[in-house]
């Protein structure tokens, strides 16, 4: 029962990610823009939980965007894949332990989903020449999505908590900062 | 043991990839009434009455975050209306004069109004979605569909101004696209001493600043002359607007930017970034007629 968990508060957190964001979010302007909150919390998934999940994640929540936006069906999937690929990705090479990591990775990920699903569009025909205008709007989108970055990684952590696999890194750091000896601090093997 | 999780991780990777490509290219040279359209239209069906609900639930967290930017933007509003109200008493009274030869002038000459908005039906309908990203897409999804005799292609209004129109349509749901989506074209009637005609279509990154086109390089258009729909009539085609409904009002009219790119900037009269609620023109009964919007 224990291995359903990841995925059972996953998809519930999806879900009702997609729901809020088109029910009242997305209503709500500031500066001209919507707010969107998808991306930052595929991308937090994706950092609390790794790459494989992250991606698994971010084409699910991508797909019911476009479904129940009755968008082209695959854009907004293909760009939450990579979302939550690569913030699953520097978790597992980097390990970044600073605090403001999701607050980075939160603008990249708005940067990447707001530009991306423009080019997208573009791309599939809508015919729309880029302006000024338009980029100080993306540029609002990015700033927006990063002051809620922070917020809503607290959140997906809490939801997502107790139910992560465990992960080898982060227990032998925690080894080393509770008194166990580091591998650097051990006597050599070989000496 | 790694390699096997790397070759595992890659391989769902490329899968979900792939998936997503053969999603986004079947469904791009689909129809509208092909197998994944109608998935879609299944799943929007099942949603909409969960939206619904969290649109009803969630609509006094929505006004609590839209007060601030409301309170700022209603005090603005305060002082412009009050100017208007002064410059329109004024226009009243030429107005009533105007209206009362109209009316004579129609039992004179006999003309048809059956392209008036008494002969379409108004169903007034629940906003209960929006997507994020409103710079290429700009829609919105109410809470009425095909059973409630809507249709592809009805107008919408709300304020007493133009909305857009019905662009997809569900059994209990369907989606408006607003005249400020980049796809929408409008053919317009400034209500200026010449009558002049023009495409309405939204300025890019500005959507809610909307662009009178290719009107006469000399027209005679001033700021807050009302522009409304142009409503034109061929012998097989018709616009999807009626004609007459109000869209806006003309923000700027630099000359200089009429004789060299022919356009004018108009401010919509429907407040489309805070609707909660639209109506729907249903009808008139029986033009089932092909109908056409000038543009894509």
Known sequence: MDGYQLPLRLAALGFLTVVIQIAAVSQVTVFGVSVDLSPLVVASVGLLAGSLPGAVFGFAVGLFVDVALVQTLGVTSLLFIAIGYWAGRL???RDPAHGL????VGAAATAFATIGFSLMQFM??????????????????????TLLALPIYALVRRVVQGSLPDDPRRRRRRAYTTGGLSPLQRPSAGR | MYDKQVRRRRAVLVLLVVVSLILLTAYFGESAGSPLHSVQRGVVTVLSPIQEGASRALKPVRDLFGWFGDTARAKKERDQLKAQRDRLLEQVVGYQVALQENDELHRVLALDDSNGLDAYDKRTVRVIGRPPNNLLLDRLQVDAGSSAGVRVGNPVIADGGLVGHVSFVASDSSFVTLVTDPSSSVSVKVLDTAGDTGLL???VGDPLDLLVQLLPRHARVRQEDVVVTGGFRTTRLESLYPPNIPIGRVTKADPEELASDQQVHVAPIADLRHLDFVQILVGPTGSDGERAQVGP
Do not use: D, H, M
Request: aromatic share 4%; proline share 9%; net charge positive.
């Open chain 1, 101 to 104: 990591t999701p607050l980075a």
């Open chain 1, 91 to 93: 978790r597992e090479l």
């Open chain 2, 201 to 203: 279509k939204p300025s």
């Open chain 1, 124 to 145: 599939l025909g809508v015919r729309a020449p880029v302006s000024w205008l338009l980029l100080r709007q993306v540029v609002v989108t990015i700033l927006i999505g």
